[in-house]
């Protein structure tokens, strides 16, 4: 038996920019002087490491999305632009990892509720495990987006021709981008093809660029927060009752 285990977490305490909680929103507060079985210090322990990465995801979303706004993503400087796209990646794989290993812990929950006997504190801690995960996974699917976003940005810039290119192409075919422009000796009525073709992939001067598109992934991600929250908040009101027997 152990005498005293503490909980160390407070998801309503999120890094995230939110809305204020409504006066009926739980909040998770820390439990202390709980008369504890090993069953019961497990449990606190995968919540805790769950909850913890949870919160700490919260903290990495909101620097994701303050570098998405701030950072300039069509600066010229190739080395600079390189270095601030590789701090995204870096943001998007912490956000992922961090989604997992807390996923990890709520399928420990799971299988610990499936084992517990008082079907009450089973349900609640298996309801706590699946509100804490959908917050997780949700914060998962922003990572993968993230990751999205930055494999566009890639195959947007490997596609672009150099200015080696450009000068190569308009010795061969009189213009610096063939893909987008016709050779000058090209006649449609005589070679019988149309005048007009859509833009191949990464060379229409209409799409809109890296540095517009990071400013509405962060107000697309920014619109995400509201519902990550309330799993949270929700995740806090079956604290309690799961550790009803502790």
């Given at each position: 038996?152990?005498?005293?285990m ?52 919260d ?83 922003i ?29 061969v ?50 619109k ?23």
């Amino acid at each position: 038996m152990l005498d005293r285990m503490v909980l160390v977490a407070a998801l309503t305490a999120s890094a995230l920019p939110s809305p204020a909680p409504s006066p009926q929103a739980p909040a998770l507060k820390t439990i202390a002087s709980v008369r504890a079985s090993m069953r019961c210090a497990d449990i606190i322990t995968h919540a805790n490491s769950a909850i913890d990465k949870t919160l700490n995801n919260d903290a990495v979303i909101s620097q994701t999305i303050t570098t998405l706004r701030l950072t300039n993503l069509d600066d010229s400087n190739d080395i600079r632009r390189r270095n601030n796209l590789n701090a995204l990646g870096d943001l998007a794989k912490t956000l992922m990892q961090q989604a997992r290993s807390g996923d990890d812990e709520v399928k420990r929950l799971r299988a610990m509720a499936k084992q517990t006997k008082d079907s009450d504190a089973a349900k609640a801690l298996a309801d706590f495990a699946n509100e804490l995960g959908g917050a997780l996974w949700s914060q998962q699917k922003i990572a993968r987006d993230m990751n999205g976003f930055l494999a566009y940005v890639d195959f947007h810039d490997m596609s672009q021709f150099s200015e080696a290119d450009q000068n190569m192409n308009s010795a061969v075919f009189g213009v610096k981008d063939p893909l987008v422009q016709n050779p000058p000796e090209f006649n449609p009525a005589r070679d019988g093809q149309p005048g007009w073709r859509p833009a191949a992939l990464g060379h229409d001067a209409t799409d809109p660029t890296p540095g517009q598109q990071a400013k509405w992934a962060a107000d697309d991600f920014q619109k995400r927060i509201p519902d990550i929250v309330i799993d949270e908040n929700h995740a806090a009101a079956h604290v309690e009752p799961a550790l009803s027997g502790c």
